[in-house]
């Protein structure tokens, strides 16, 4: 498939890893060559700022030289303008930066004569509620994680789905995660994995008590409700590992399909099931 071929590129780099200052010399170089608009990440202070909620309107695509957090960090910052993403991974690989950085220069090439897809990921919204009262609204396109502190107890959560009770959870917390997110804590506390395109949430106990609480999946359009009944120590909210809220007993959070997407971009001979075998070790052949 061949897209619009990009003019203009935005540029975001970790600057904490020092390969990815590297490979961010060698991107410009070849985007220089190309004779593209490069648009670089400045998030310091000062009239030569320019961060990504003032790139993304402007980019056709933005590159992102890191990890998944760096994507997910990314990818809040946008806020909803769906400018397609493509992340450079610059270490082992992961499920949302597919591209190895010693493959950079091949795949810029690809991207700049418009060969490329692009993954369409839904984002979920999560509200928190103490006292009838909403406090804030965040998304993620991961995951939403009620947790306890390091040396706070077992908390109870109890949960509904459109208002009916399901059930109380004795656990160390509660993973709420969309399809992105079903491969990342979700699956290490024991969830399934869903396919990037499916519109559900998978919720998740962490650590359960009792052995029949178990994952469950539900549709992205039910509205979820979680509060908190018990807890003896910190609690904490936190999205997509980015932001996070403290939260007290008798708090409630909602959790519901959000109104935002990301546009994940998939260069030539990039495959997401060829990154879950990898990742996850899984053997296979073409038949």
Known sequence: MRFRKPTIIGVAVNHDKPLARERSTELLQTLGEHGVR??????????QRLGIPQIGPEADLIFVLGGDGTILRVARELEGV?????????????????VRSDELRKVTDQILQGAYATSTRHTLSATLIRRGKQLATHHALNDAVISRSAFSRIVRLRLSIEG???TDYTC????????????????SAGGPILLPTARACVLTPICPHVLSNRSLVVDEKSTVGCQVLSAAGELVLTMDGQVQMPMQVGDKLEVRGGPRLVKLVTPRGHAYFEVLRQKMKWSGSHV
């Open 82 to 98: 769906p400018t397609p993403i493509l992340g450079v991974n610059l270490g082992s690989l992961g499920f949302l930066t597919s």
């Open 38 to 47: 490069v648009l670089m990440e400045n998030p310091g202070r000062g009239p």
């Open 164 to 166: 009916e009770l399901l």
């Open 172 to 187: 160390d917390g509660m993973i709420f995660a969309t399809a992105t997110g079903s491969t990342a804590y979700s699956m």
